[in-house]
DNA sequence: ATTATCTATAGATCTATAGATAATGC
DNA sequence: ATTATCTATAGATCTATAGATAATGC
């Protein structure tokens, strides 16, 4: 019987829920993995509890809609870029190196995700208002990036393409990972001639990819092994 | 009232229903934008119907289910890709200007495409069975830009890259402007100090995104030019 | 007392069908 | 006659709330 659209009767505001904790997390979790299988507006919030090993109405009792879930995954997206970035900044070492780092991890890391990211920009692409935030961070994480670029150029390491246009499509290149990889259990695409042998590990993956993006933006390829090198050292001292 | 799963009473199977003509394209047309923006799960029968300018019961006279329009979709998704890449293979030419061709037409088209592919390769796999054909024809695409990159390595022109986990990546960069790249009135990233101008044109992004990929699987960087020109002449010839 | 959970259920909405009616083609 | 559409509606299911009850903390 939900009344009047925005109405909130039945939980007191002035009793607000944790932000966190054991059975929030769950819902979240949960959620997250069956939004990025099924999609969002075909996961009921009753497979949701289920899953989280509550009713319905506890499911409630933490967030006040579905909405609001997925508010709690849009706001987390970004940070793991964003927060990694930042510590390959204050490491210091050349633009080209940062970005090595930078795109290694990144498909690491989405490879391991349980959200979709793609599914969740769509999704926030349809309330802009209301995911502000996740906008916000994308945006910024961008320009960091295109600053990378422009700064690798600056110094003469980088040829000199378009960097905004660089920063889009190498953050949408380390998404798209998520498109084919999926974790064991689901449809893989495989090799033709031995099927069976069809997985790459997220490692794998992240060092090819960081190795074929440098190695189109780098003005001399040459320098690739020694940029990796380097990567690899500092990555080695987290 | 869905009486037992599957049965079919109310539209007679001795009188299938016509497989094209104007309202049931229009139908996948509506259906496919629809199901892009909001996704599959959140786009209802009536929002189909509606914007088809039909009843929803009429939507069922050319369609048993939601899951048959989406069946419709699904079945021509990968058709565009592996029509072009087969022209380009009748053409002829090297196997790096084949590649090149392919990217750049593979952006441009995606761009332009009203489907979110990811979205759609995501239901498909929920339902490996029903959309056979779509992995069919996917695994054949994969296997034909693998063979193009096994190619490459063969004749010297291209360095020796994991043609499979090439073969993957390109196909899922190429999708991956889709992420990103959205029509006029849908949110756009834009760059940081000119937000009027966020917009690149397709033709922009295939151009950039062949150029890189080729840039990076080139063994001699300095014949980039010479591939890009060969495809320019032979996509002219079109 | 407060916090966390449950059962029960209201009301909305959704998919799909039944059956009537209009439009078209022979 | 056949094809294409409509109105009306059944039954399922979904989101969200009300209100009861159990568990926890002071």
Request: proline share 6%.
């Given at each position: 019987m939900p009344p009047a659209k925005g109405s909130r009767i039945g939980r007191p505001r002035s009793n607000p829920r944790p932000l966190d904790g054991p059975p929030r997390d769950e819902v979240v979790k949960v959620a997250s993995r069956l939004f990025a299988s099924q999609g969002f507006g075909s996961t009921t919030m009753r497979q949701i509890a289920?899953?989280?090993g509550l009713s319905p109405s506890s499911v409630y009792y933490y967030f006040g809609s579905k909405d609001e879930i997925l508010e709690a995954i849009v706001a987390e997206v970004n940070r793991v870029s964003l927060d990694?970035?930042?510590?390959?900044?204050?490491?210091?070492?050349?633009?080209a190196v940062r970005l090595f780092r930078l795109i290694r991890f990144?498909?690491?890391?989405?490879?391991?995700?349980?959200?979709?990211?793609?599914?969740?920009?769509?999704?926030?692409?349809?309330?802009?208002?209301?995911?502000?935030?996740?906008?916000?961070?994308?945006?910024?994480?961008?320009?960091e990036v295109e600053?990378?670029?422009a700064a690798g150029i600056a110094d003469g390491s980088l040829l000199e393409v378009d960097p905004r246009l660089a920063a889009l499509s190498i953050l949408a290149d380390d998404e798209a990972v998520q498109n084919w990889f999926r974790p064991v259990g689901e449809h893989h695409l495989r090799g033709r001639d031995d099927p069976a042998t069809g997985d790459y590990a997220p490692e794998e993956i992240g060092e090819f990819l960081a190795t074929q993006t440098l190695g189109a933006l780098l003005r001399h390829r040459s320098s690739l092994a020694r940029v990796r090198r380097e990567a690899d050292r500092l990555d080695a001292a987290d």
């Amino acid at each position: 019987m939900p009344p009047a659209k925005g109405s909130r009767i039945g939980r007191p505001r002035s009793n607000p829920r944790p932000l966190d904790g054991p059975p929030r997390d769950e819902v979240v979790k949960v959620a997250s993995r069956l939004f990025a299988s099924q999609g969002f507006g075909s996961t009921t919030m009753r497979q949701i509890a289920e899953q989280s090993g509550l009713s319905p109405s506890s499911v409630y009792y933490y967030f006040g809609s579905k909405d609001e879930i997925l508010e709690a995954i849009v706001a987390e997206v970004n940070r793991v870029s964003l927060d990694r970035l930042a510590a390959i900044n204050a490491d210091g070492g050349e633009p080209a190196v940062r970005l090595f780092r930078l795109i290694r991890f990144d498909v690491e890391v989405l490879c391991r995700l349980p959200y979709d990211i793609n599914e969740i920009s769509r999704l926030a692409a349809l309330q802009e208002e209301r995911f502000a935030t996740f906008w916000k961070e994308r945006q910024q994480l961008n320009d960091e990036v295109e600053e990378l670029v422009a700064a690798g150029i600056a110094d003469g390491s980088l040829l000199e393409v378009d960097p905004r246009l660089a920063a889009l499509s190498i953050l949408a290149d380390d998404e798209a990972v998520q498109n084919w990889f999926r974790p064991v259990g689901e449809h893989h695409l495989r090799g033709r001639d031995d099927p069976a042998t069809g997985d790459y590990a997220p490692e794998e993956i992240g060092e090819f990819l960081a190795t074929q993006t440098l190695g189109a933006l780098l003005r001399h390829r040459s320098s690739l092994a020694r940029v990796r090198r380097e990567a690899d050292r500092l990555d080695a001292a987290d």
